[in-house]
């Protein structure tokens, strides 16, 4: 059993033979947690992951269905750390993952430098706005304003963490691009891997996922785009298999 707090509920975790606590007033889990989860490069039998801004555990969760290593989740929220300890421990991964209450930016400090295969993070996408516009509900304005980190921080952090040779990869808005291609480059992130997803046909891109290999050689490669909807508002087949796992 599982201890569920205030409006907590406990949901499938689409394909995946998994449960994760959410709640609609902190935090539920977007498309783009799970497009990062399968898009990244992971060892198979072993290795050693960090996933940053982990949220509720979402993609520490959807990893360790792809990989046997070990898996830490760096959380600031201690609400959002508590219910991805709460899941883990649910879906009996406390041996193969950790979630850790902390700020990214003193985490190398805690868990180590240069010794990990993989880093991910879905960050914060948006610059912290006025008092005025910023969102009322403290979870949502964390995990959507670079308040208690920005992008800098996450690239610089990601490397520190890799080994040489390990991959960071990222989920982020196209309007960034840029800046996530020339701040990867400054922290010795050769970025090796994009690609493109866009909402309908014939619409602009709005996420895009990004790979990179510590001290790789320049080489990149720009992957067939994604697609989400079809003209029906139906997900298209690449989506209904990374969330479904249908063929």
Do not use: W
């Not at 072993?46 to 959380?75: Q, Y």
């Not at 991805?84 to 930016?105: C, F, P, T, W």
């Not at 709005?206 to 001290?215: A, S, V």
């Amino acid at each position: 059993m599982v201890q569920l707090r205030e409006d907590e509920r406990l949901d499938y975790l689409l394909a995946e033979d998994l449960r994760i606590i959410q709640s609609p007033s902190v935090f539920a889990f977007s498309l783009d947690a799970v497009l990062l989860s399968k898009f990244v490069n992971v060892p198979i039998q072993k290795g050693k992951l960090v996933d940053l801004c982990s949220g509720n555990g979402i993609i520490p969760l959807l990893l360790s269905t792809r990989t046997k290593g070990s898996i830490i989740g760096v959380e600031i929220q201690e609400r959002l750390c508590d219910m991805a300890r709460r899941s883990v421990n649910y879906n009996e991964l406390s041996q193969q993952i950790e979630m850790i209450h902390g700020d990214l930016k003193e985490i190398v400090k805690e868990i180590g430098y240069s010794k990990y295969d993989v880093v991910t993070c879905n960050p914060p996408y948006f610059p912290t706005p006025s008092q005025e516009e910023i969102n009322k509900n403290e979870h949502y304005a964390i995990a959507r304003h670079e308040i208690m980190c920005n992008l800098e921080d996450v690239i610089r952090v990601s490397s520190q963490l890799l080994r040489q040779g390990g991959k960071a990869a990222f989920v982020h808005r196209p309007g960034r691009l840029m800046d996530i291609l020339s701040l990867m480059r400054q922290y010795r992130i050769e970025p090796k891997r994009l690609q493109f997803v866009y909402p309908k046909q014939n619409k602009e891109a709005n996420t895009i996922l990004i790979e990179g290999i510590k001290d790789g050689n320049p080489d990149l490669k720009v992957l067939p785009p994604l697609v989400v909807y079809n003209e029906q508002n139906e997900y298209n087949p690449d989506i209904r298999r990374i969330l479904y796992g249908e063929q």
